[in-house]
């Protein structure tokens, strides 16, 4: 792999309170330059919702209504999170089904360079796995997290160990073509997240556990999609954004 040929190219990941739609908490950013993280430049914002934080959602990530009393709202650091996207490819960890979409939602108009999706290389190149959640492939590939920004399921440490996570996965490939191939397609629009993401359980119903704590890879909003642990039925009742 010729990491010289790579696009431009972020990791994000997001995290909710809990609503239904999603409020954003929290967004982050990782650059993967010259096939390493550039964690100089990482991001975070950390969000005031309009809606408070559920209880199911603060045990996930940590995150109470007392941390973001401090916090900007939305509507403060949007234009900064989309100039951060702006002219970037995305990954992330079911990309194609939360942070492509709930980004979408949440920034009118922005649309990435391309999308990888950590997921669905995971599935290709560790086919065997048991499960296919960060935990496993992180587990899967040796990659060793102590270091990383922050805990678990908060947006600095699920971005830096998604994009340890893509390297590993990328040494799989001879080209970033043929990542990209692999991955969710860039030609990705809203409406067709939800067939590709339905698509995707369906050929995949070891992917679709119930919701309990400990076992999703975001926490957005319930009744909406939590990675490798939604309903088939939740998913196909959900409306388009």
């Known amino acids: 792999m010729d990491f010289q040929t790579w696009p431009p190219l972020l990791v994000v990941d997001v995290e909710g309170n809990g609503a239904t739609p999603p409020d954003l908490i929290e967004v982050a950013t990782v650059p993967v330059v010259s096939g390493r993280v550039d964690s100089d430049r990482s991001r975070t914002w950390l969000i005031r919702p309009p809606r408070p934080i559920t209880r199911f959602a603060a045990r996930v ?3 109470s209504d007392a941390d973001v009393v401090g916090a900007s709202t939305w509507a403060a650091v949007a234009s900064e999170v989309q100039a951060e996207l702006s002219g970037n490819w995305i990954a992330a960890h079911n990309a194609a089904a939360v942070e492509y979409r709930v980004l979408k939602a949440h920034l009118p108009g922005w649309e990435p360079a391309g999308v990888i999706d950590t997921l669905r290389l995971g599935r290709a190149v560790y ?50 073509s043929a990542l990209a191939a692999a991955g969710v397609p860039a030609h990705l629009h809203a409406g067709d997240v939800y067939a590709l993401a339905a698509e995707d359980l369906a050929h995949h119903p070891d ?18 999609l939590h990675v490798e642990a939604v309903d088939l039925d939740q998913l196909l009742g959900l409306p388009l954004p």
């Open 207 to 224: 992917d679709a556990r119930p919701v309990g704590v400990g076992q999703e890879d975001h926490v957005l909003g319930q009744g909406d």
């Open 61 to 63: 990530h940590g995150i």
């Open 127 to 176: 086919a065997d796995a048991p499960r296919h959640n960060l935990d496993t492939l992180i587990t899967q590939a040796g990659i060793d997290t102590p270091g990383l920004p922050g805990n678990r399921h908060r947006a600095g440490f699920d971005a830096a160990a998604t994009a340890l996570l893509l390297l590993d996965l990328a040494g799989h490939f001879g080209s970033f």
